[in-house]
């Protein structure tokens, strides 16, 4: 079993940067593709970043290429998140998962609690 925490979340304003963190523990899951996803009240979750267990491949939504970066760091066995340029339409509760490499919600095999944030404009 894997165990997924979000961190770093929080307000922000427009055109601002924050960097969530998403901890794993329960076993090592560098070998595991990782990704990002959000979610707003009434909406579905959306596929934000995702990357391959080796971190050379990764993969971008349209809406944040550019502006987000998603990395990962084996031996802490951890995923980053880089946000920058945020828009007030970057609101959402962002989630970490764990288990495929891919955009799409159902392979992922374990998901975090998900971490608030806000950009205000």
């Known amino acids: 079993q894997v165990q997924l925490v979000e961190s770093g979340g929080g307000l922000v304003q427009a055109g601002g940067s924050l960097k969530l963190s998403c901890a794993a523990s329960?076993?090592?899951?560098?070998?595991?593709?990782m990704g990002w996803f959000r979610q707003t009240p009434g909406k579905d979750r959306e596929f934000v970043a995702a990357?391959?267990?080796?971190?050379?491949?990764?993969i971008y939504a349209d809406s944040v290429k550019g502006r987000f970066t998603i990395s990962r760091d084996n031996a802490k066995n951890t995923v980053y998140l880089q946000m920058s340029s945020l828009k007030p339409e970057d609101t959402a509760v962002y989630y970490c998962?764990?288990?495929?490499?891919?955009?799409?919600?159902?392979?992922?095999?374990?998901w975090g609690q998900g971490t608030q944030v806000t950009v205000s404009s």
């Open positions: 998962a764990a288990g495929w490499y891919g955009s799409s919600v159902g392979p992922y095999a374990y």
């Open positions: 329960g076993r090592t899951v560098s070998r595991d593709g």
């Open positions: 990357i391959a267990w080796r971190g050379g491949s990764t």
